[in-house]
């Protein structure tokens, strides 16, 4: 059982370039969301979504889009990357409800722009 | 809108002692449920415990105990019996039932050092 699989692990960009994030569950969740990890800010959502079609904005969108075409695949596209866009990035899924709905995380992608 | 605050400065704790980590919350939710995550230096994510907003009794798995003060508004970790291998970063998470509140808001983190 893959669990949530996120790739890549490391990425270098220059500045302006464009780059697509991947996540993929195997665990039929509903819901699917990217985070950003920066020093003391904790885990800021990007955007989420609860299912195939609808996606939503979290905290902190600007300079990235998302699309949920199946259930499985939730990619994160960069479209101009920028060096505030350096941080690291986590894929999370789960079941929708309050009930035991706990996350399961990928392993994280560390990306750099310079 | 939901909001979870977690202020505690790095924490620090005698291997073998019991140590609380902080959390408070906010939601205008009835249902929700509440959540602790462990990031150890390597970066995962690691769930500990789950806390529903109607559960009775508060959760405990192992070592890890969730002292929830609904009145209060607080969920806060309670580890007992200290292992080098808790030093880690904490979070506290929270989500509601449906909408915007579906999502899984999480507090700034808290790091705990385990002291040998």
């Known amino acids: 059982n893959a669990g949530v699989t996120q790739t890549p692990k490391f990425q270098v960009l220059k500045t302006g370039q464009s780059m697509t994030l991947q996540c993929a569950q195997d665990?039929?969740?509903?819901?699917m969301s990217w985070y950003r990890q920066d020093p003391g800010m904790g885990l800021r959502l990007i955007h989420y979504s609860v299912g195939a079609g609808i996606t939503d904005q979290g905290e902190v969108p600007n300079g990235y889009n998302v699309s949920r075409s199946t259930t499985e695949d939730f990619p994160l596209r960069l479209l101009s990357a920028a060096p505030s866009q350096t941080s690291v990035y986590f894929c999370?899924?789960?079941?929708?409800?309050?009930?035991?709905?706990?996350?399961?995380f990928g392993q994280g992608t560390r990306l750099t722009v310079v | 809108a939901q909001k979870i605050t977690q202020t505690q400065p790095g924490m620090f704790v005698q291997e073998k002692e019991a140590v609380t980590l902080d959390c408070t919350y906010d939601t205008s939710d009835q249902s929700y449920g509440l959540f602790w995550y462990k990031q150890p230096s390597s970066g995962e994510m690691i769930f500990l415990i789950y806390q529903g907003s109607y559960d009775e009794q508060n959760a405990t798995e192992g070592r890890y105990s969730l002292n929830f003060q609904k009145a209060r508004k607080s969920a806060n970790l309670v580890i007992s019996a200290s292992q080098l291998g808790d030093s880690a970063m904490y979070f506290c998470a929270m989500r509601g039932p449906t909408g915007a509140n579906s999502k899984l808001t999480f507090g700034k983190g808290i790091t705990l050092s385990v002291r040998p």
């Open positions: 999370a899924s789960s079941y929708l409800g309050v009930r035991y709905t706990e996350a399961f």
């Open positions: 665990m039929n969740h509903e819901y």
